[in-house]
């Protein structure tokens, strides 16, 4: 008989801003077929998330629990969603996931919204709840522990707790031992984990997208295939630390027993199978020799939603003393640096004197600068690029495990339209993975903030599958 453990992993995470105005909604959704649970026991999974207060209202959670809710899908559960909800909706639901969880599997329960701590106890707070004094709180709100106690009642193999709730106060005008920021520290009892956006008593970074910084990371890496428990929160908590610059740490407690993985890892193809050996030193990247044939295909991630938007195989088609010309009408240098894009004989851009992505030959500690002209149909777009090899990774993709370059920069771009004469302009961040092996980035990921200051696209794309060299 299996042993019974739980895994319980409270992760607060940072929330966001003013309200924009967002309905209740109740969703079921079903479990992905394709990405495969690591069992092929039940998960349920129960997501909500709160942002419509009267008083201190905010903007990402509802953001937050639908990307989430979609991660998890893909990673097997069954999610039933609620946005908005007050205090007798969210008892109620808690009972039904409750009584769901006694058909055994595993259990996951999500909440983004107003968290607070009084006298060392977390509470979750429905947006209609009506506090002015601290003593008010327990009456308003829900128990963290009362989800703990429906897992424990229900007896199931496993369960996971999210709470997304890692900020201030909002009711301690009248308060005196609230604890003020963050949540309280929670031990992990035997075969659990718990797991903050930030420390103890610490608030976390809102973000200035759709998602809190620490939620941006969780949904990248809760998708990782093969990935341990464990190796996801070291990889948020790698993410989280250098995009703040270091002000937030993600905190762990654990005490686990045995393994779990939100996605199994699929069978490495042949090529990349040599990659699991040791780790090889990368002196020097040089510039790419490819032949006709050879092909790239990727699958697009939005990481503001959590979803794939797409997938594209580029093959190599045409070669010239100067250029590659490929399948998908993309024509670039012998470096992979984009000359112009044409669909069904039309110009869809063209660039002056190029897209300078790449600059070859790649070692540690490189930097580049240049700048280009985008021609688009309707802009003309100026572009000032700058580059940096970081250092060497070992990075996992559905296509394989790879040793690459890792290679960051960022673009300061001015647009002009042809039409009206009006103008923008905004930054976008780049981070990719570059490998010798393959020939080309195996992770690409770019991240765009425009003249408000709003990141409004963050994507990654990832290496599904390859051929080169005749090699598939």
């Keep these: 008989m299996t042993e019974r453990f739980r895994f319980l992993f409270l992760l607060c995470v940072g929330l966001a801003l003013p309200l924009a105005a967002q309905d209740r909604d109740l969703s079921l959704s079903k479990p992905a077929a394709a990405h495969g649970a690591a069992t092929p026991e039940q998960r349920i999974a129960l ?11 905010l903007l990402n959670p509802v953001n937050d629990a639908r990307a989430v809710a979609k991660a998890l899908v893909r990673s097997g559960f069954q999610v039933v969603q609620k946005e908005n909800v007050g205090r007798t909706e969210m008892q109620v639901a808690l009972r039904e996931f409750g009584d769901a969880l ?8 999500y909440f983004a ?5 009084v006298k060392g106890r977390n509470f979750l707070v429905p947006i209609d709840a009506d506090i002015q004094r601290e003593d008010e709180v327990a009456y308003n709100s829900v128990d963290a522990n009362q989800v703990l106690d429906k897992m424990e009642a229900a007896n199931n193999r496993l369960n996971i707790v999210i709470l ?36 103890p008593g610490s608030v976390a970074s809102d973000g200035r997208g759709q998602n809190g910084l620490y939620t941006q990371h ?14 996801v929160f070291k990889e948020v908590r790698a993410g989280v630390r ?42 020097k990247i040089a510039a790419p020799s490819l ?39 993309y024509v670039t240098d012998k470096s992979w640096n984009l000359l112009r894009e044409t669909k069904d004989g039309k110009l869809v851009q063209k660039w002056t004197p190029k897209r300078p992505i790449y600059d070859f030959p790649m070692e540690i500690g490189k930097i580049w600068t240049a700048t280009a002209v985008r021609d688009a149909p309707d802009r003309v777009i100026e572009q000032a690029y700058t580059f940096k090899v970081i250092r060497q990774e070992r990075v996992i993709v559905p296509a394989g495990v790879f040793d690459t370059l890792r290679v960051e920069g960022s673009n300061k771009y001015k647009t002009k339209k042809k039409q009206d004469g009006a103008t923008g302009e905004g930054v976008g961040v ?23 200051g709003v990141v409004y696209r963050k994507d990654r794309y990832e290496l599904l599958a390859y051929k080169h060299g005749g090699k598939p």
């Design 102 to 109: 006694r058909k055994g599997g595993v259990g996951l329960f």
């Design 242 to 283: 250098r995009d703040s610059n270091g002000k937030q740490v993600p905190w762990e407690s654990t005490s686990l027993e045995g393994d779990f993985v939100f996605v199994a890892k699929r069978a490495a193809p042949p090529a990349a199978a040599g990659a699991a050996s040791p780790e090889k030193k990368i002196e």
């Design 430 to 452: 780049h981070r990719y993975w570059y490998s010798p092996q393959v020939a080309r980035v195996v992770a690409y990921e770019y991240e765009e903030t425009n003249w408000k």
């Design 291 to 329: 032949q006709l044939g050879d092909s790239w295909t990727y699958q697009a991630i939005d990481l503001l939603s959590g979803s794939v938007t797409g997938k594209n195989t580029m093959t190599l088609t045409a070669v010239t003393a100067d250029t590659w010309r490929f399948g998908d009408g």
């Design 218 to 231: 969780l949904l990248r890496a809760i998708l990782r295939p093969g990935m341990k428990i464990e190796d």
């Design 47 to 57: 997501v909500i998330g709160n942002g419509q207060y009267k008083e201190a209202p």
């Design 164 to 199: 997304d709730a890692c900020r201030n106060n909002p009711f301690a005008r009248s308060a005196r031992s609230s604890g003020g920021a963050g949540l309280a520290q929670m031990e992990a009892p035997v075969g659990t984990f718990i797991a903050f956006a930030t420390a």
């Design 113 to 117: 919204g107003h968290g607070v701590q």
